[in-house]
């Protein structure tokens, strides 16, 4: 009798067991899996929702139903968030999930190339039972220099470049802007994929903006802006009209010669086009 009344208290145990773990499931997916030190590091956060009734994941002061623990490869602790991320309140339906796109670099200090690990961790309305996700990792690195500036900017020497970075198995540029004295990453930005059969055209305008124009694939080519704050001003995919292909200063500022913007077929009589506006980070 012990023995059947042990056995039965075992199985309601772990059923009550794979209810719990059956309610909410969490998942991280960073957007790439190779970032420049500087950029944005985005990842999608889904959250699938098994129970028969709607879950609305809300804040409470100061407590967030949405929080991450981020480590970096070699270090024993995880990284301390430079604010409480607060994300506004999300319903997810009965048998539904919901995908939360959320960018790490506003909470976090990414100021040092390596491997870096993430989980996420969900709080339920209660705000006491909480699902965390798997451990996803990306990497951060400082890619290879292909052209550097020095400019003064608000009594700040900055140096703005043009870096090499392999995403996804494709060679792509960055734009990258560091303070010159501390070494700190001040901002980064993806610029396009690069095909090596031209040298980028890099120029910098009386503005401080840095101008990069490359070829991308056989038949097209991005061209793209970037401030000395490192945001991304301009991105264009663009294709060939003719003769030489260059970035010219003129009176009336950079202009792109040779090429033309490229607009997408209204048509399936072309195919389907894969161009650099397809591209991580854009």
Sequence with gaps: ?????????????????????????????????????????????KIDNYTDRAVTFNNIPGRSWLHFTVTRNGESHPISPKVIPHFPKLTVEAGSSKVVPVSLSPYYSFNRDGVYKVVATVRMPDMQNTYSSNRASF??????????????????????????????????????????????VLGACYMGQF????????????????????????????YSVMDNSGKRRDYKVMKRTGGPVDLVSSGAGIRVIGLRPYERPTSTSEGVIHTTADRPGR
């Excluded at 900055?158 to 802007?177: A, H, I, P, Y």
């Excluded at 090596?196 to 070829?215: G, T």
Aim: some cysteine; charged content about 15%.
């Design 1 to 45: 009798m012990k023995h059947i009344i042990n056995t039965v208290l075992t199985v309601f145990c772990l059923l009550l067991t794979a209810q719990a773990i059956a309610q909410v499931e969490v998942r991280v997916h960073p957007q790439r899996r190779d970032f420049l030190l500087g950029e944005n590091v985005s990842l999608n956060v």
């Design 139 to 184: 990497t951060l690195a400082n890619g290879g220099s292909v052209r550097n500036f020095t400019v003064q900017s608000r009594g700040n020497k900055l140096n703005m470049s043009v870096r090499l970075l392999r995403v996804d198995s494709k060679d792509c540029l960055f734009g990258q802007v560091v303070n010159a004295d501390s070494h700190s």
């Design 195 to 222: 095909l090596n059969f031209m040298k980028p055209r890099v120029v910098l305008d009386s503005a401080q903006n840095m101008h990069v124009l490359c070829q991308s694939t056989p038949e097209y080519f991005t």
